[in-house]
């Protein structure tokens, strides 16, 4: 039996409790960072005094630690995770991440959908010696089994990243962007994985020896249903015809 943190815990609760049909929903989240950040945001695992909004104004950042949600581990630290706010239907989710150049292995960060520790699908920029060092990575995993994760190599380490996650029908669309205009499709896949609970950011330091502290910078997180981005509609159906 795995045993989870009581941060985990609790937020397996939350996520167990039934939401009333007459709730009102907001279909659209933003949050700039600046000086603050959204109080809808839960975090898990959370270490206070390696997050700021200060360090870099206008930003998040988090002081990435040890500790990761793949293969039965639960001991990932400030995973920032907001109610997804549809219930259903097509969604966008983007990231900008500033000044990041991972170079130790699994130094990482990037966007997740969370039902849970065992059920989950993350996009981050991440250091992989084994897929070539600086990568951008899709990694699922679906009931406690980890899925074939997805891997491009990035050249040269870039001062900005946007990571963009599109939910399409039954396709999970990943992209990213060095000026959050031109979206290179890192994967398109099918992932059996219910629609997500939670959505967010992650977070990891290296693993091994050494010191493990890595900061990450983060501008902005914004989902919204992709039905109010008709051109993006339009840019994903004219790349998914054969």
């Given at each position: 039996?795995?045993?989870?943190?009581?941060?985990?815990?609790?937020?397996?609760?939350?996520?167990?409790?039934?939401?009333?049909?007459?709730?009102?929903?907001?279909?659209?989240?933003?949050?700039?960072?600046?000086?603050?950040?959204?109080?809808?945001?839960t975090i898990?695992?959370?270490?206070?005094?390696?997050?700021?909004?200060?360090?870099?104004?206008?930003?998040?950042?988090?002081?990435?630690?040890?500790?990761g949600i793949?293969?039965?581990?639960?001991?990932?630290?400030?995973?920032?995770?907001?109610?997804?706010?549809?219930?259903?239907?097509?969604?966008?989710?983007?990231?900008?991440?500033?000044?990041?150049?991972?170079?130790?292995?699994?130094?990482?960060?990037?966007?997740?959908?969370?039902?849970?520790?065992?059920?989950?699908?993350?996009?981050?920029?991440?250091?992989?010696?084994?897929?070539?060092?600086?990568?951008?990575?899709?990694?699922?995993?679906?009931?406690?089994?980890?899925?074939?994760?997805?891997?491009?190599?990035?050249?040269?380490?870039?001062?900005?990243?946007?990571?963009?996650?599109?939910?399409?029908?039954?396709?999970?669309?990943?992209?990213?962007?060095?000026?959050?205009?031109?979206?290179?499709?890192?994967?398109?896949?099918?992932?059996?994985?219910?629609?997500?609970?939670?959505?967010?950011?992650?977070?990891?330091?290296?693993?091994?020896?050494?010191?493990?502290?890595?900061?990450?910078?983060?501008?902005?997180?914004?989902?919204?249903?992709?039905?109010?981005?008709?051109?993006?509609?339009?840019?994903?159906?004219?790349?998914m015809t054969?």
């Open positions: 039996m795995r045993i989870l943190s009581t941060h985990l815990i609790v937020i397996m609760s939350i996520l167990s409790c039934s939401v009333r049909a007459d709730d009102p929903v907001a279909l659209e989240f933003r949050d700039d960072f600046d000086g603050k950040y959204d109080d809808e945001w898990i695992n959370e270490n206070a005094r390696n997050i700021s909004l200060t360090k870099n104004s206008g930003m998040l950042t988090i002081t990435a630690e040890r500790g793949w293969g039965g581990a639960t001991s990932a630290r400030n995973i920032f995770l907001i109610d997804t706010p549809m219930r259903s239907g097509n969604f966008v989710m983007t990231t900008r991440i500033v000044g990041f150049d991972p170079k130790q292995n699994y130094e990482q960060a990037g966007l997740i959908c969370f039902n849970d520790v065992d059920n989950y699908v993350k996009f981050d920029l991440e250091f992989d010696s084994t897929n070539g060092g600086r990568t951008l990575a899709v990694v699922p995993e679906i009931d406690g089994q980890d899925l074939d994760d997805t891997t491009l190599k990035v050249k040269h380490a870039e001062p900005e990243m946007w990571l963009r996650l599109v939910l399409y029908h039954d396709k999970y669309i990943f992209s990213a962007s060095r000026d959050g205009k031109k979206f290179r499709t890192i994967s398109r896949q099918t992932i059996e994985l219910d629609y997500p609970a939670m959505v967010g950011i992650i977070t990891q330091s290296r693993v091994g020896g050494g010191p493990p502290d890595v900061e990450v910078q983060f501008d902005l997180f914004e989902i919204a249903p992709l039905e109010s981005k008709p051109e993006l509609i339009e840019l994903i159906e004219a790349e054969f």
